[in-house]
């Protein structure tokens, strides 16, 4: 019987944008409870990276590709109702998770132009 490899999802680290911080305390200041999720989010994503969704390329905002010259991009849901984005990139001790916004769910969806009802 041959030996069952699993691939491990762990990420080396966790890295935050600028823009994440900034988003992280404008939306903080009046809810804690969304600081405790996004501390979560940082531990889940840091056990396991893939636990976003991947977010298909022809949604992008050009501004993502411009501004940190993405090849990947995922999003988390929070239960306050917002989405923050990620992507991965290799660093020298293995995938590190990037955060790069925090997002309202309704600004998510115009941002990435899903039709919002």
Request: net charge positive; glycine share 4%.
């Amino acid at each position: 019987m041959s030996p069952t490899f699993v691939r491990s999802h762990k990420a080396s680290s966790i890295r935050e944008t600028d823009d994440f911080r900034d988003c992280v305390l404008k939306h903080t200041k009046k809810n804690n409870a969304l600081s405790v999720e996004i501390r979560q989010l940082k531990e889940n994503l840091l056990a396991d990276y893939a636990k976003g969704e991947k977010i298909r390329k022809d949604v992008w905002p050009q501004y993502y590709t411009r501004k940190w010259g993405l090849n990947n991009l995922f999003k988390y849901d929070l239960r306050q109702g917002y989405r923050a984005t990620y992507t991965l990139q290799f660093d020298g001790a293995g995938i590190a998770v990037v955060l790069l916004e925090l997002l309202p769910h309704d600004q998510y969806d115009r941002q990435f132009r899903y039709r919002t009802s």
